[in-house]
């Protein structure tokens, strides 16, 4: 049998390094940088960083009770929600209580199934497009670049009455420098400082930059009361609820939360699933003849004919999670796993070390699609595979997330050959998202 590929993952030491690094260096630079090689062997690391207590947890079951068995017990933590607020405000991703399950009620219908299967001739159309503007014969291109337009193309055109303000190049530029700063900002949110430095003001003028371009259009759809595509409709539905400066500002929160949340991590997704591929010629090969033949078909369909992409997108998904720590704060004193949990202790997921973890996966860092195909796929436990969260704050827009996956895989795929550029391997790293640093260069072929 043939050993199978073990893409790159970021460097691990042999110990735990000591709590202060991970606010210098590189270490605080790239959040899955230097983990210890004991992280992927352990269930339960307790740390006391900075005054509070943390707690690793990497045991499915434990998983289970923090994310749905005792949800109402976890919540977002203050210092993570302090730390967003700036860019998210109120919006779905930080808000908790009554003000969340309302706001979830509210978007949850344009998530459903059905509703999903209506964007999938709006998302193929964007990346048809994108396909038509390539340049013919033999380039390279950075399929980064590449994925984050074909995401932001496709999250303004299906949520955003497809407003040419929010594709335009500048917007992707200011929500990078956004996302870096949150990124690196964790110590002085832990300390309860306001982030400074070049980063933060550039992310601050990033942040504006969304709220003034978002809070005009909101303004926009309240005026002629267009219910026509889903800002329109949240819009209308927010001001039916709460007094109009509130719902004006809820508005402009979850339009930056929908804009920022719905491409970035889909990118991420298609540009280390297109990686992988180019990685492997002759795994690409056979899923380009499932893709040409799954094209014929009606587009709304068009993920259920790709199976092995689909196993092949989670697999990415598993050794590149988009989001690759989910974090929580205990409300009140529990137990989990036999270990004592105190009010006020964060509770840290890291998918990135639990999807590598080796008391749940067989070769963790290898490229294995099989693993999500068939029987291998049922026996996996429910809480051990986490890319797009669990329990009732699972991903609103996992569904669309996967379907937009496949049908801009399969497009790229049908349109050409994707094959390594020689050089060094790319490198993880961790912000708020999972990025390649450098973004990902690859050749371009025609097939
Ligand atoms: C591959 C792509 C994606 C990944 C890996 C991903 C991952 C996640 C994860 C892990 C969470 C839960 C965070 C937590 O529990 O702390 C989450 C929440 C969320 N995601 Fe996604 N996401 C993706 C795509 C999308 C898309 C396409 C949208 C919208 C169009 C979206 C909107 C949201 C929102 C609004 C939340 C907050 C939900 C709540 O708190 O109720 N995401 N996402």
Not at 247 to 267: P, Q
Not at 399 to 417: G, K
Request: hydrophobic fraction near 45%; charge should be positive.
């Amino acid at each position: 049998m043939q050993p199978l590929l073990v893409p790159p993952f970021p460097y691990r030491s042999r110990d735990w390094p000591p709590v202060w690094t991970s606010f210098v260096g590189r270490r605080a630079s790239n959040s899955v940088y230097g983990w210890p090689d004991e992280a992927f062997d352990i269930a339960w690391r307790t740390r006391r960083v900075l005054g509070h207590t943390v707690h690793l947890v990497s045991e499915p079951d434990a998983i289970g009770r923090v994310l749905l068995d005792n949800k109402a017990n976890y919540e977002r933590p203050a210092l993570v929600r302090r730390l967003l607020r700036g860019g998210l405000g109120d919006g779905l991703f930080n808000a908790e209580g009554e003000s969340w399950r309302e706001q979830r009620r509210i978007v949850a219908p344009t998530f459903s199934p059905a509703a999903v299967a209506g964007f999938a001739k709006p998302i193929a159309h964007v990346v048809q497009e994108q396909v038509a503007r390539w340049p013919a014969g033999t380039r390279p291109m950075d399929m980064a670049a590449e994925a984050t337009s074909a995401t932001m193309g496709i999250i303004a055109a299906t949520l955003f009455g497809g407003d040419s303000r929010l594709t335009a190049p500048a917007a992707a530029g200011h929500i990078t420098a956004m996302l870096d700063a949150a990124g690196r900002a964790r110590l002085t949110a832990l300390l309860g400082m306001p982030a400074l430095g070049p980063g933060s003001s550039r992310a601050r003028a990033g942040g504006r930059f969304l709220r003034d371009t978002l809070g005009a259009l909101a303004d926009e759809r309240a005026r002629t009361g267009g219910r026509d595509d889903f800002f329109g409709g949240l819009v209308a539905a927010l001001h039916a609820r709460y007094p109009a400066p509130q719902a004006r500002e809820l508005a402009v929160d979850n339009a930056v939360t929908f804009y920022v949340a719905g491409h970035e991590t889909t990118a991420n997704a298609l540009t280390w699933t297109i990686y992988l591929l180019a990685a492997q010629p002759l795994l690409q090969e056979t899923l380009r003849v499932e893709a040409l033949a799954a094209l014929g078909g009606d587009v709304e369909t068009l993920d259920a004919r790709l199976p092995r992409l689909r196993a092949v997108l989670d697999e990415a998904l598993r050794l590149y999670p988009p989001a690759p720590r989910l974090d929580r704060e205990a409300m009140a004193d529990d137990e989990l796993a036999g270990h004592a949990v105190r009010r006020g202790d964060l509770v840290s997921i890291w998918p990135y070390v639990l999807h590598r973890h080796r008391a749940w996966w067989d070769q963790p860092d290898a490229f294995d699609p099989e693993r999500f195909l068939g029987d291998r796929r049922v026996g996996m436990h429910r809480y051990q595979y986490l890319p797009f969260g669990a329990g009732p704050r699972v991903c609103v827009g996992a569904r669309f997330a996967v379907v937009e996956a496949l049908i801009v895989l399969a497009h790229w795929l049908a349109a050409r050959r994707f094959s390594l550029r020689g050089g060094p391997p790319p490198v993880p790293v961790g912000r708020v998202t999972l990025r390649p640093a450098g973004g990902m260069p690859l050749e371009l072929a025609p097939v």
